[in-house]
């Protein structure tokens, strides 16, 4: 059974900075391509910044130089760094796992991020 778990949301100031974490078990990391994805209250969920099993990271516009993806596959863990967090940030965090192997994509439950003042 695969399980993806994210950790690491709160609410924080504007300008202020979070590392969000997500943990897999059931799953060979080092054969997914990564992402996070987000949800704003009454948007749809979009993609913020992906990482290949090869190290490759791209990002929304949104967050680019801002945010910073990587991954340790030894410990079946991926990460997301946010700095300079705005209010706009503000959504629901995902975590998402797309094996290369098999095309199935797998999905955690989310830590909510609030960004305010």
């Known amino acids: 059974q695969v399980q993806l778990v994210e950790s690491g949301g709160g609410l924080i100031q504007p300008g202020g900075s979070l590392r969000l974490s997500c943990a897999g078990s059931?799953?060979?990391?080092?054969?997914?391509?990564m992402g996070w994805y987000r949800q704003a209250p009454g948007k749809q969920r979009e993609l913020v910044a992906t990482i290949t099993n090869g190290g490759s990271v791209s990002y929304a516009d949104s967050v680019k130089g801002r945010f910073t993806t990587s991954r340790d596959n030894a410990k079946n863990t991926v990460f997301l760094q946010m700095n300079s967090l705005k209010p706009k940030d503000t959504a629901v965090y995902y975590c998402n796992a797309l094996s290369i192997v098999s095309g199935i994509s797998y999905w955690g439950q989310g830590t909510q991020v609030t960004v305010s003042s």
């Open positions: 059931g799953i060979i990391f080092s054969i997914c391509r």
